[in-house]
């Protein structure tokens, strides 16, 4: 028997919530933990510590967007051909044993150091490269785990509450990502990076018994078509660059995405080198970022967005780049943390709106597919940003990346006013839109898996 969103319990959206949170807040923790960690493998008194800084910056990046880019292709169709309560439990493990070998790595200290041909002398020590793969297998399983989340939502809330719902999933996660890195940034200092990697892994315990205890199957109803795995990809992909307004979304979110890992790449050297502060000002930073954008999720759901969705969009992505110009005309940290705080309000903003357009818009059986070809198409860039960012960085200094990247964003936000095929999808007024009521019965109609 199919059941509804509205007949499966009330716990079940509560531990999805509290899985997806955790899973959420583990991976930028073990991030901020090897980001420091890197950074500090290069002593203020290297005469060439800024540059091999950003640049190893830049490798541990570029390590980890690559990998979900290349999963991103097919976790959406995974999402869709199987049972999703197994896909997430299996991310989750991957992401638990990854971490452990992390941690173990660390606490073994390989030191030895291994010349890299990106600049004259420039090394990284053995255990960076051991943890590479490990740090590119924990951001596959989040990549893996992602669109499931998203296409799971629904199975357990009712599309008129699809709002409040992810408003809620984003906002408790990073409350809980923000307050992580807050208590990593503080533990790394006396605690070192192996026992403060205990912290994300406490997270990903919780993922599992929350993800164990779901009663109802978050598979939903499928179509049966018939089509091979590689059909099934595909159509994800042909859906998403047919609807015009859509694709649109995809390429300002590329270009956005590019931009942000130019300027986020670099936050540990920022932190240590321009503000001269140490990893409880990053962790700071990580915890207003991250509180801001869970203001912001929350507070979507009390502006009425819908009637200009696409207007309301652009104006969010505007203010968010004169809110990154902030950074090369200050050293206080006061300053920054205000900045960030409101760079995450707008961006926890314009991610709930995307994620519920696109909950609303997408027929359910594609919803996996589509919200992972979109991942592939945003995030496509982002090694080449990371990368940029850090040969930026090195040549001309912290100053210009950020005045680049946040004059880039307002730019991109102003060119989302003028496009108006993204402004009729938003609205729900393309050409591809469905008639008032037509997912709800889509629901209903379509033959169980």
Same mark, same amino acid.
């Given at each position: 028997m199919v059941r509804s969103p509205e007949s499966a319990p009330p716990s079940d959206f509560l531990r999805l919530l509290l899985a997806s949170a955790a899973a959420y807040a583990a991976v930028p923790t073990v991030g901020i933990i090897l980001q420091w960690t890197v950074v500090e493998a290069y002593p203020a008194t290297l005469p060439a510590h800024a540059m091999f800084g950003a640049l190893s910056l830049a490798l541990l990046g570029v390590s980890g967007t690559v990998p979900i880019l290349a999963m991103a292709v097919f976790s959406g169709t995974l999402s869709d051909r199987f049972?999703?309560?197994? $896909?997430?439990?299996?991310?989750?493990l991957l992401g638990l044993g990854a971490v452990a070998a992390i941690a173990v790595v660390l606490f073994l200290d390989p030191s030895r150091p291994i010349a890299i041909p990106l600049a004259a002398g420039f090394y990284v020590p053995e255990w960076f490269v051991l943890s590479l793969p490990l740090w590119a297998v924990v951001v596959v399983a989040a990549a893996l785990a992602r669109p499931t989340f998203y296409a799971s939502v629904p199975q357990v809330v009712e599309a008129e509450g699809l709002t409040r719902a992810n408003g809620q999933v984003l906002t408790v996660g990073l409350v809980l990502a923000g307050s992580s890195a807050l208590a990593a940034g503080l533990m790394l200092g006396p605690l070192g990076p192996v026992l403060t990697l205990f912290l994300p892994?406490?997270?990903?315990?919780v993922t599992a018994v929350s993800l164990g205890t779901i009663e109802r199957d978050l598979t939903g109803t499928r179509q049966l078509s018939g089509r091979t795995f590689r059909g099934d990809l595909v159509e994800g992909f042909r859906y998403l660059t047919g609807r015009t307004g859509l694709f649109e979304i995809t390429l300002v979110s590329l270009a956005l995405n590019f931009l942000g890992a130019m300027a986020s790449v670099e936050i540990p050297l920022y932190v240590r080198d321009w503000l001269v502060q140490g990893p409880d000002v990053l962790g700071a930073l990580a915890f207003a970022a991250s509180i801001g954008s869970a203001v912001g999720c929350s507070a979507v759901s009390l502006v009425r967005y819908e009637r200009r969705p696409g207007a309301f969009l652009a104006v969010c992505v505007v203010l968010d780049g004169a809110s990154l110009l902030v950074f090369p005309f200050t050293h206080s940290t006061v300053a920054v943390l205000v900045a960030l705080f409101a760079y995450g309000v707008l961006i926890g903003m314009v991610t709930t709106v995307l994620v519920v357009l696109i909950q609303r818009r997408v027929p359910d059986e594609l919803l996996g597919r589509v919200f992972a070809a979109d991942e592939v198409g945003s995030f496509a860039l982002t090694p080449v940003g990371q990368y940029a960012g850090g040969i930026l960085t090195a040549v001309r200094g912290l100053a210009l990346t950020y005045t680049? *990247?946040? #004059? !880039?964003?307002?730019? *991109?936000?102003?060119?989302?006013?003028?496009? @108006?095929? $993204?402004? @009729?999808?938003?609205? !729900? *007024?393309?050409?591809?839109? #469905? #008639?008032? !009521? #037509?997912?709800?019965s889509r629901r209903r109609e379509v033959a169980p898996r």
């Open positions: 049972e999703r309560r197994f $896909l997430l439990r299996l991310a989750n892994l406490a997270f990903l315990e680049v *990247t946040g #004059a !880039g964003v307002a730019g *991109t936000g102003a060119t989302m006013a003028g496009l @108006r095929e $993204l402004h @009729r999808f938003a609205a !729900g *007024t393309d050409a591809g839109a #469905a #008639a008032p !009521g #037509a997912r709800a």
